[in-house]
């Protein structure tokens, strides 16, 4: 993206700090075990406003500086070790590469920082996610207030920075919808891409390594979650990320997965027979699903509230349900009782972005918040019916079915970003076609 989309960012967030200063860290480098490192990739936060990808940082916003408002703490060159980690923007890069007003050495926050909260009323800072760099900036805080006698103020009052900055990033502009799109795109194809490979007798994965195959085609660095690849009772397992099972003739396989692109996530599931062709109790179940997740989209646009496609997809689901004799009943005393609970127990979306449970508030003033223009949130209603489940027909277990789509709320109405892959029975069945 453009610089100028993160400086306009830092713009608006400086309108809401009244002279405060706003500390953000990135993401610290974790351990995967003892020399190896997880692959490396930015806080959210922090990238959102910078742009920077680089660990062992830190950005300070600080309206009406006199040297400059955005100043960014961050490694300097370093010859010998960018010989084994690769080259460093330093100092010189953050402000003509990344757009930073002032930039400083990482190595002497401590001496440096501290100055920049004199005389400041507020701290703009999200309290508890880095434990140890909370203590710093107490201790940062702790040394302006020891000046207090030299007639230097310490900052009085702690600003949630969340509250304000997860408000901004709920709302996507057309460069972070561009990126998106391009996610569900490289995504769709992905999926597309296993249901074209699978086979019985494949393990779980082989499809899995489809996926990953197509994500760094696509220019994906990494997924944005860990791919869920389960067959037959492993469908039925909501987070199951094992992925090491023998896909079975007769089983369905769900698949949920999503690349990243630009620091943004895309979130797909689709189920399909391993064989290639639905049975008759997986494609009547499969059909309560897809309806309920027509139902679910058509109610995520702009007026309705967040809690809108939720509601309409358990009313199709718990119909479905009772169609097919796994719940019997009225519709109405099953959903208010929460029987259909049985076989789906999670809700049907969540806000997507630069994670994949994205940030945002679903309700204000505890009522659910109404749907606008520029959110992008998640639908994904499905049923499971774990085998040996008690009282049910050996015929429907480890019937296990989830079917997620990206949807960004348009003035229109609704644009469904991952249109691309396939999930009616025909064009599934046509696909996997040998």
Not at 215 to 243: D, M, T
Request: include cysteine; hydrophobic fraction near 40%.
């Amino acid at each position: 993206m453009d610089m100028k989309v993160f400086e306009r960012r830092r713009e608006r967030l400086m309108q809401h700090m009244n002279g405060g200063v706003a500390i953000i860290p990135t993401a610290p480098v974790y351990i995967r075990n003892r020399d190896v490192h997880f692959p490396y990739r930015a806080d959210s936060d922090f990238y959102y406003l910078t742009n920077f990808p680089e660990p062992e940082a830190v950005a300070v916003l600080i309206p009406g500086r006199e040297h400059g408002e955005f100043v960014l703490f961050c490694r300097e060159r370093n010859p010998e070790k960018e010989i084994w980690d690769g080259k460093r923007a330093g100092l010189e890069g953050a402000r003509e590469a990344y757009g930073a007003d002032d930039a400083f050495p990482i190595e002497d926050i401590d001496d440096i920082l501290p100055g920049m909260l004199e005389n400041r009323g507020k701290v703009f800072y999200s309290m508890g996610r880095h434990r140890d760099f909370d203590t710093r900036l107490m201790g940062w805080v702790n040394e302006v207030r020891a000046k207090n006698r030299n007639g230097v103020h310490a900052p009085g009052e702690f600003v949630d920075l969340d509250h304000i900055l997860h408000e901004m990033r709920l709302y996507k502009s057309p460069e972070e919808i561009r990126s998106m799109r391009r996610a569900a795109k490289i995504s769709s194809a992905a999926h597309r891409r296993a249901m074209q490979a699978c086979r019985p007798g494949m393990m779980e994965y082989e499809l899995e390594a489809e996926l990953m195959y197509e994500f760094k085609k696509g220019g994906s660095p990494f997924p944005a979650y860990s791919p869920i690849v389960g067959g037959g009772a492993n469908s039925c397992v909501l987070h199951y990320v094992e992925n090491n099972t023998a896909l079975r003739d007769g089983d369905l396989v769900l698949i949920d997965a999503g690349a990243e692109i630009d620091s943004y996530a895309a979130d797909i599931t689709r189920t399909f027979p391993v064989n290639g062709k639905f049975s008759g109790e997986q494609h009547a179940l499969y059909d309560v699903v897809l309806a309920a997740q027509h139902a679910a989209i058509d109610k995520a646009k702009l007026g309705n509230h967040w809690n809108d496609p939720h509601e309409a997809a358990v009313r199709v689901l718990t119909q479905g349900l009772k169609d097919s004799g796994l719940l019997e009943g009225d519709v109405d005393g099953l959903i208010e009782k929460g029987d259909y609970k049985r076989f789906y127990m999670h809700r049907t979306g969540h806000w997507l972005g630069m994670d994949v449970h994205d940030v945002g508030d679903y309700k204000i003033d505890d009522a659910w918040r109404l749907l606008e223009v520029g959110m992008v949130l998640t639908v994904e209603p499905g049923l499971y019916v774990a085998g040996g489940a008690k009282d049910v027909d050996e015929r429907w277990w480890n019937i296990g079915i989830r079917i997620e789509d990206d949807v960004l709320v348009t003035r229109e109405g609704n644009d469904v970003l991952s249109k691309d892959a396939p999930k009616t029975v025909a064009d599934i069945e046509t696909l996997m076609k040998p």
